[in-house]
């Protein structure tokens, strides 16, 4: 057996320290940089058809309502991915032939996300309207209360042609729409500071 000598075990406890620091270093590294980041939201102008205290419901469709069925789910998350639970959302749209409701309830709601954050709504695909010489493309209107702030945004549909000539259109808002059985549907993920 050979003997070691002070340097030498010096030298081993210094590498076997430094690997470990560097391992312990790397893993660290690794979360840091596994840890998903998730990009805000970005807000969108109100519009002048906002009423307050639309009613609680996930359901806006009516009897003999015109207009495509859209099943509309969607997740909550903040800056770190993290869903947020019970956030209220307040929702707002023109009908399948571009009218809003300016007195009543008609296509309005406000609901809450549930404790993973998520929510689903019954409505339908909205309509368009000229705004000026052209028209809006359809789309839909969201607050989303947190901590007293709210996010005021609008969200759109992919392959409309009036996307292209909207000046708030913002492709990352817009969603996709997948034919199902009755209608359609689409996942409409948000995320607040």
């Known amino acids: 057996m050979k003997n070691t000598t002070r340097r030498e075990a010096l030298a ?8 470990a620091t560097v391992s312990a270093m790397t893993l660290r590294g690794n979360a840091m940089a596994a840890t998903p980041r998730c990009t805000a939201t970005q807000p969108d102008i109100e519009g002048p058809y906002y009423l307050p205290n639309a009613p609680t419901r996930t359901s ?4 003999d309502m015109a207009g495509t069925p859209l099943d509309l789910a969607g997740t909550l998350r903040d800056l770190r991915c993290m869903p947020i639970a019970r956030a209220r959302i307040e929702l707002w749209q023109c009908d399948a032939h571009g009218q809003y409701d300016t007195r009543g309830s008609r296509l309005r709601a406000q609901f809450e996300t549930d404790t993973r954050g ?33 996010l005021t945004t609008q969200w759109y549909f992919a392959g409309d042609p009036y996307n292209a000539n909207d000046r708030w259109f913002r492709a990352e ?12 549907r689409a996942q409409l993920d948000a995320v607040v500071r």
Not at 120 to 125: D, G, Y
Not at 174 to 181: D, G, W
Request: avoid cysteine.
């Open 173 to 184: 808002r817009a969603l996709t729409l997948v034919s199902q059985a009755r209608g359609v």
């Open 118 to 150: 998520r929510f689903a709504l019954q409505t339908i695909v909205p309509g368009r309207y000229l705004n000026g010489p052209q028209y809006r493309p359809a789309h839909l209107h969201m607050k989303i209360w947190r901590g007293g702030r709210a």
């Open 60 to 63: 806006l469709i009516e009897p």
């Open 12 to 19: 081993s406890i210094v590498a076997t320290f430094g690997a």
